[in-house]
Each structure stands twice: as C-alpha cells, then as structure tokens.
Nanobody, 119 residues
C-alpha cells in the first residue's frame, strides 16, 4: 500500500518561509496529479495547491503568489514552498493523490505536518 509522509512543518514568524515535502512509497506520481491540503484548527480540510502529471499547477486564491507547488517524479516527492506566511496559514498540511483539475483527493492520508505561524 502506498504511504505518504509529509515533513518540513514547524513554527515560523509571520512573513517567514517554510518548505514542505511529501514523500511517497511506491511509484504513485507517474500519471497522477498531486495536491497539498490543509486543516486549520477547528475547520475542515481545504485544498491549497495541485500539480498535474505534466507540471501544470493550480492554487487556492488565499495562497496565490505566496506558495509554489512542485514535484520530482524521480524522487517520488512533491514540495510546497511557502513564502510570506500569515497566521491564517496555521494548519496541519497533508498531501494526496487527486483528480485534475478539481483537486478532489483520493487514496489514504498521511499523518500531516503541523505549520504554525505566529504574529
């Protein structure tokens, strides 16, 4: 069974940057779109960004211009570069396979990585 392992979260001040990584066991990237999602405290999980198998990208309006999603198929890894972080970006971040272009996730979720942005 494919497993997803997210890493790179932490505590950062507003305006700072973090780079999240999502490593997959097994070759799940080829032919699949991948997405980053987040679940703020007390709220439902939401889509942050997706990347297609060919590298096309889409972003939630709230992160456009600040976050960049990328993928390295050779390493079975998806990245999320987060710049100009805001306190409202505080959440547990997850990755998963998804449907392009809707971003609807499918497959098992990993444990996520906590991102906390202090004001």
């Amino acid at each position: 069974q494919v497993q997803l392992v997210e890493s790179g979260g932490g505590l950062v001040q507003a305006g700072g940057s973090l780079r999240l990584s999502c490593a997959a066991s097994g070759s799940i990237f080829n032919g699949y779109a991948m997405g980053w999602y987040r679940q703020p405290p007390g709220k439902q999980r939401e889509l942050v960004a997706i990347i297609g198998s060919g590298g096309s990208t889409k972003y939630a309006d709230s992160v456009k211009g600040r976050f960049t999603i990328s993928r390295d198929n050779a390493k079975n890894t998806v990245y999320l570069q987060m710049n100009s972080l805001k306190p409202e970006d505080t959440a547990v971040y997850y990755c998963n396979k998804c449907v392009w272009p809707s971003g609807t996730p499918f497959g098992s979720w990993g444990q996520g990585t906590q991102v906390t942005v202090s004001s």
